[in-house]
């Protein structure tokens, strides 16, 4: 009798003290006026079935049919709130097709993830030109030029394969938007769910384009796992869903979309976007408080539809820019939010999905780098479970350059390693001294020969990887010598039977997708 | 015989200088390279095996993972101490023999510096690499290593300072050495932070060693012309 082998999550990186800009009291102060933004003005609600579900629920709900457009105000008192937070699962776990790339998040654990970037409209290639260096014109300098062009499905496979061998990189939100011609509304989830989960054994999450594609969608996940039940113990696949447009405003297609998700159970996440000077309030205080109450209203609505549907504390804050009122991704107010975002959540006790890493730079440089570094080492102190970190996402999150995903990758490795527990106990000390007195009898005095055995053990961080000459900086270059590396490694696909059942039941999906007929999507 | 030589040869690929000490793969244990070289004398194994069939035979598989970048410089280092201490016990048999080390290289950190990390080092590399090696210690008055030079007659002098101010010493050596009329008695290599080729050429050094393996390739290329 064959023995079934338990899946180990992955293991991301635990924080053992988070980054908290907040006190404990601040924390209470923005929940209660939170609190009282739901009971007061309360929310703008577009959608019919969401405000006829919190008022049987009990939240005071007046109609405004005769606005324009027609809408409903939906006031949701303490106790309704109180009874989502309490419902709302305190731990998530999402699936992989690969079981042991799951990602088993604790509402009060710091277990950081790292996932990949949402939906980019552009593709970013790098070609490299050769030019004479000035000085010395016998001296080949290798210059990178980006060349920007809209994404497309066979991009989405080539991304979600890098993803799968980028090794810090926990799970994959699908980061292009695939605008192939024979791409609609009417087919593009099926399509961009499985180019997603054919080329990455990691967790697949995505928003939903259009509510008609949630069926096959969940169908087309229930095969790749095995079936409803074997997909309810390992949800391969995860929605983002934006029902609440700031300032608290429910959306009406997007609530909908949200209310079928809960229905069906599939993990999701409430996510809020608002922006400090546009959207919500400049202060810090009133962003926060802002945010707070809409995402606590999504989670309530999710916990009212379908009780114990799992739900992701989504935040993604920013500042906005003053020279154009766009968002500033890389501004330092945007990671400050996004840390006292990740504080309330853990308040509550639900885990956190939040961002870095966007950075407001085009194209990869020093602007790119220092945004995103600023971003992705706070925010990631600050010990979010589910953290959207923008591999590869430029120009704040419309380009995805698969470059800047495997410098990410590289400074994602640093960071993990910044934000090791350090291990200083009475056995450590034992051996520290032992080493010591035995290094001061030697003649050189030399600590280097216990280097070895630590360095290979992966207790010390790696030299960085694309270190270039005493000349010239070549970080480029051997990044996108290492992206050709990893591209050239293979991805195990969805095995031909699954696919093509996939192909037989699910409507939509382009033949080029399926390798076993047609060859890999071009 | 040949299997305690061959244990000396994979004790040195790992880096074990004694029975104390872990080399890379954890399953090896028992004698390192300082057991096992005395295990070879007692047993009557020659001398040249020892050193050509051990020693020297596991250093350039050393050498050779080094270049493949599988191993590091602490590697190269540890393989390096472990022939250094063999070469230790070695030595009086060596000179009852009559057979000579590859050179005899003296190595000092000049006055007013008291750094010794690099010097070390090379020190280390050198000696695993076959040179007998004198550390003179740091922070030496110039005439002390003249009246060594004078004295011992080593075949290469090492200068070491990290400082940009102590680095001027290296050249005050090189005159007191002419004014001693040693200067052409003994090759002066200089290595350090705060040196480099330029001023090696501008003192009148004979080579400027970037790191302790350039010193070996020097040295080594001496032999060889």
Known sequence: MSKEVKPVPREGIVVEKPYERLTGEQ?????????????????????????????????????????????????????????????????????????????????????????????????LDTYFQTYGKKTDPTVEIEVPEFIPRRGTIADLCMSAHLSEHLDTLDGFIRNVNIQDRDITEKNKDVNKFFASLNNTTKHVQAGLTSLSQLDPVVKMAEIIAGGRDALKRNPIVSLICCLIKSPL??????????????????????????????????????????INAEVLAGITLGQIVNEGTPVLYGTVPTKTRIDTLSDSYGAVETSQYTIDCTQLARFYGIPNYSTSGVSDARVPGQQSSVERLFSNITVAMSGPQFLHCAYGLLDCNSVFSPLQAVLDDAHFAMIKHFLRTPRIDDGEIGDILTQIRKVMSTPQKLFISYIRKVMRSGLLSPLYPFEGNREQDRVFELAFEHMKALLAKPVEPVDREKTRRIFDEIPGLLPRLNIYEEGRGS | MNDLIERLKENVIQGRMTSDDEGIDDTLTGPGVVELTRMALEQKVTLKDIIAEGLTAGMEVVGEKFNAKEYYVPDMLASAEAVSSAMDILKPHLEAADLAAKGKFAIVTVKGDIHDIGKNIVAILLKGAGYE???????????????????????????????????LVMGDIIEALKTADLRDSVKVLIGGAAVSQEFAREIGADAYCADGFEAVRILDSYRQA
């Open chain 1, 249 to 290: 405003q429910f959306v009406d297609d997007t609530t909908e979309a949200f209310i079928e998700i809960c229905l069906r159970g599939i993990p999701v996440v409430v996510s809020s976007a608002p922006q400090a000077g546009s959207t919500a309030p400049i202060k810090e205080a009133g962003i926060l408080a802002q």
């Open chain 2, 133 to 167: 090696v004198v550390d003179l210690g740091i922070d030496v008055p110039t005439d002390r290593i003249v009246d060594y030079v004078r004295d011992k007659k080593p075949d290469y002098l090492g200068l070491s300072a990290l400082l940009t101010t102590t680095m």
């Open chain 1, 27 to 123: 924390v209470k102060t923005i929940h209660r006026a939170s609190l009282e933004i739901l009971r007061d003005p309360g929310l703008v609600c577009f959608n019919g079935r969401a405000a006829d579900l919190f008022a049987a629920a009990g939240a005071d709900v007046s109609s405004a049919q005769k606005s324009s457009p027609p809408h409903w105000i939906v006031r949701i008192p303490e106790r309704l709130v109180s009874e989502g937070i309490e419902k709302a699962p305190k731990t998530v776990t999402l699936g992989a097709r690969n079981p042991d790339n799951a990602l088993v998040m604790k509402g009060d654990e710091a277990r950081v993830y790292f996932i990949t970037g949402s939906e980019t409209n552009i593709w």
